[in-house]
């Protein structure tokens, strides 16, 4: 009986061709090879599952080929035999995460000194990369830096941030894409045919979308799909299956959101909980639809959605201001945390519902749209103008800032604090008339005065005292 294999691993892509989704990078590893220009050091940098191993086993292929350096390997001499069944002694993987100590790289310097013993190159991919300590991290530079002519170094790791600076100094980057909804789709289709499955292209988008531009992870509901489901997948199955959510939820958990029906959401909370779905799912998914709004609401192109046609008809019906819909995300954002962590993170999220539903304006009833836009507060007369004329004069704005102003619309005051500012204001009326246009929409009567002499209380008050000691100095 020939044992089973997973998709995943069944239908890994043998050569530069297969590969999905990568194009930069697989055209650059194929000039490379052709012009003779392999480095020792390359970092592939990128999300789970699009490709960074298997692109590097395929790299480590063409470069012990028989026929090779190659870009295209033969796939039958022994060196492409044993990469393919990951038991070439020329090729190390190593998995950075479970050999992260300075032990582990001190035994790699010194494996590397020894030369291939078959192919032309000894080549270690050490996976997971960042995981390394420091200290093991400081023991790979001087290695990494000047290896033995024979030796190269593939890196895959997926958070580049955590990667030493030296580290990245000494290597070639290349950075493997999140793979697009199209793209995962395409694989997963022909993967169903030569594996004679069932699927709508509804459960396929719905995959497609979980898998969250991971290939790997498409790959892998498929194989759970096809294991549990006899005949045609359909996109129920899919959420059944995986405990993932439609869209058609999220719009209608919004839409109680902002019509401030928190018992209502409440119970499509706790009703998906009960299904199975997961509290961190609905939390992600909440989020991401929110965003999706937020795409919608600056105006971009509806590929960047990565939408079916329904969900963005759906998602157009939506009224809200965009100001509500970030509102909306930083509320959800400053509490990730405690949902993430919280030991109950069903109160948590029933508490960041409240929130949501608490932050938005009242719904239109009348309408039945999620709320309206919210209105711009008024404008002051005096501060419209002041930022009017500052566009003119600096100056003039300061003197009128410091003026008292009154306007009924057309007839306006200013009075001025002396006589100097007066004069300053009279000899610039023509400026001070056009800006008041601007700002009152309508011909203006302005009309400018000194203030009234009013003695300030503090005056009153020395005065007082100066009279009670008869001039004489207050000690």
Same mark, same amino acid.
Do not use: W
């Given at each position: 009986?020939? &044992? /089973?294999?997973?998709?995943?691993?069944?239908?890994?892509?043998?050569?530069?061709?297969?590969?999905? #989704?990568? +194009? /930069?990078?697989?055209?650059?590893?194929? %000039?490379?090879?052709?012009?003779?220009?392999?480095? /020792?050091?390359? $970092?592939?940098?990128?999300?789970?599952?699009?490709?960074?191993?298997?692109?590097?086993?395929?790299?480590?292929?063409?470069?012990?080929?028989?026929?090779?350096?190659?870009? =295209?390997?033969?796939?039958?001499?022994?060196?492409?035999?044993?990469?393919?069944?990951?038991?070439?002694?020329?090729?190390?993987?190593?998995?950075?995460?479970?050999?992260?100590?300075?032990?582990?790289?001190?035994?790699?310097?010194? #494996?590397?000194?020894?030369?291939?013993?078959?192919?032309?190159?000894?080549?270690?991919? @050490?996976?997971?990369?960042?995981?390394?300590?420091?200290?093991?991290?400081?023991?790979?530079?001087?290695? =990494?830096?000047?290896? &033995? *002519?024979?030796?190269?170094?593939?890196?895959?790791?997926?958070?580049?941030?955590?990667?030493?600076?030296?580290?990245?100094?000494?290597?070639?980057?290349?950075?493997?894409?999140?793979?697009?909804?199209?793209?995962?789709?395409?694989?997963?289709?022909?993967?169903? #045919?030569?594996?004679?499955?069932?699927?709508?292209? =509804?459960?396929?988008?719905?995959?497609?979308?979980?898998?969250?531009?991971?290939?790997?992870?498409?790959?892998?509901?498929?194989?759970?799909? *096809?294991?549990?489901?006899?005949?045609?997948?359909?996109?129920?199955?899919?959420?059944?299956?995986?405990?993932?959510?439609?869209?058609?939820?999220?719009?209608?958990?919004?839409?109680?959101?902002?019509?401030?029906? $928190?018992?209502?959401?409440?119970?499509?909370?706790?009703?998906?909980?009960?299904?199975?779905?997961?509290?961190?799912? @609905?939390?992600?998914?909440?989020?991401?639809?929110?965003?999706?709004?937020?795409?919608?609401?600056?105006?971009?192109?509806?590929?960047?959605?990565?939408?079916?046609?329904?969900?963005?008809?759906?998602?157009?019906?939506?009224?809200?201001?965009?100001?509500?819909?970030?509102?909306?995300?930083?509320?959800?954002?400053?509490?990730?945390?405690?949902?993430?962590?919280? !030991?109950?993170?069903?109160?948590?999220?029933?508490?960041?519902? #409240?929130?949501?539903?608490?932050?938005? *304006?009242?719904?239109?009833?009348?309408? %039945?749209?999620?709320?309206?836009?919210?209105?711009?507060?008024?404008?002051?007369?005096? +501060?419209?103008?002041?930022?009017?004329?500052?566009?003119?004069?600096?100056?003039?704005?300061? @003197?009128?800032?410091?003026? !008292?102003?009154?306007?009924?619309?057309?007839?306006?005051?200013?009075? *001025?604090?002396?006589?100097?500012?007066?004069?300053?204001?009279?000899?610039?009326?023509?400026?001070?008339?056009?800006? $008041?246009?601007?700002?009152?929409?309508?011909?203006?009567?302005?009309?400018?005065?000194?203030?009234?002499?009013?003695?300030?209380?503090?005056?009153?008050?020395?005065?007082?005292?100066?009279?009670?000691?008869?001039?004489?100095?207050?000690?």
């Amino acid at each position: 009986m020939i &044992p /089973h294999r997973v998709i995943s691993l069944k239908y890994r892509p043998q050569n530069f061709d297969e590969i999905t #989704g990568q +194009s /930069h990078v697989v055209l650059s590893l194929k %000039g490379a090879i052709k012009r003779g220009a392999v480095g /020792h050091a390359f $970092l592939f940098a990128g999300p789970r599952g699009v490709g960074k191993t298997t692109t590097a086993r395929i790299f480590a292929k063409s470069l012990n080929c028989a026929t090779g350096p190659t870009a =295209l390997p033969c796939q039958e001499c022994q060196s492409c035999r044993e990469i393919t069944a990951s038991r070439s002694i020329d090729v190390i993987e190593i998995d950075g995460a479970s050999n992260r100590g300075i032990e582990e790289i001190r035994n790699l310097r010194e #494996g590397v000194k020894y030369s291939p013993l078959q192919g032309r190159y000894k080549i270690y991919i @050490i996976d997971e990369v960042h995981m390394l300590t420091p200290e093991a991290f400081n023991a790979l530079l001087k290695t =990494l830096e000047e290896p &033995p *002519a024979n030796v190269i170094f593939i890196l895959a790791t997926t958070n580049q941030a955590k990667m030493p600076a030296t580290i990245l100094s000494r290597c070639q980057r290349f950075i493997f894409k999140r793979m697009s909804l199209a793209e995962i789709i395409q694989r997963l289709k022909n993967v169903a #045919g030569k594996e004679k499955l069932q699927i709508t292209d =509804l459960a396929l988008y719905h995959l497609a979308v979980r898998a969250d531009g991971s290939l790997r992870d498409a790959e892998s509901i498929l194989e759970q799909l *096809a294991s549990f489901i006899e005949g045609e997948i359909t996109e129920q199955d899919v959420f059944r299956l995986v405990g993932y959510l439609s869209y058609d939820f999220y719009y209608n958990l919004f839409q109680k959101i902002t019509q401030k029906d $928190l018992a209502g959401v409440i119970a499509m909370l706790n009703q998906a909980v009960e299904e199975g779905v997961d509290t961190i799912e @609905i939390y992600r998914g909440f989020v991401n639809y929110l965003r999706k709004l937020f795409l919608l609401s600056v105006g971009l192109s509806d590929d960047y959605l990565e939408l079916s046609a329904d969900e963005i008809v759906n998602l157009k019906k939506v009224r809200v201001s965009r100001d509500e819909i970030v509102g909306m995300i930083e509320i959800c954002l400053r509490a990730e945390e405690s949902v993430k962590r919280s !030991s109950n993170n069903r109160i948590a999220l029933e508490i960041v519902l #409240g929130q949501l539903v608490g932050a938005l *304006a009242p719904a239109n009833p009348g309408k %039945g749209n999620p709320g309206p836009e919210k209105s711009e507060p008024p404008v002051d007369p005096k +501060s419209a103008f002041v930022a009017a004329l500052e566009k003119k004069s600096k100056k003039l704005a300061g @003197i009128v800032e410091k003026s !008292s102003f009154e306007s009924d619309g057309k007839n306006v005051i200013i009075r *001025a604090e002396n006589d100097i500012l007066v004069k300053e204001l009279t000899n610039n009326l023509d400026a001070l008339v056009e800006a $008041l246009k601007k700002t009152l929409n309508a011909e203006p009567v302005l009309k400018i005065e000194k203030m009234p002499d009013t003695k300030k209380e503090t005056d009153l008050l020395a005065e007082k005292i100066i009279n009670m000691f008869d001039g004489e100095e207050v000690r």
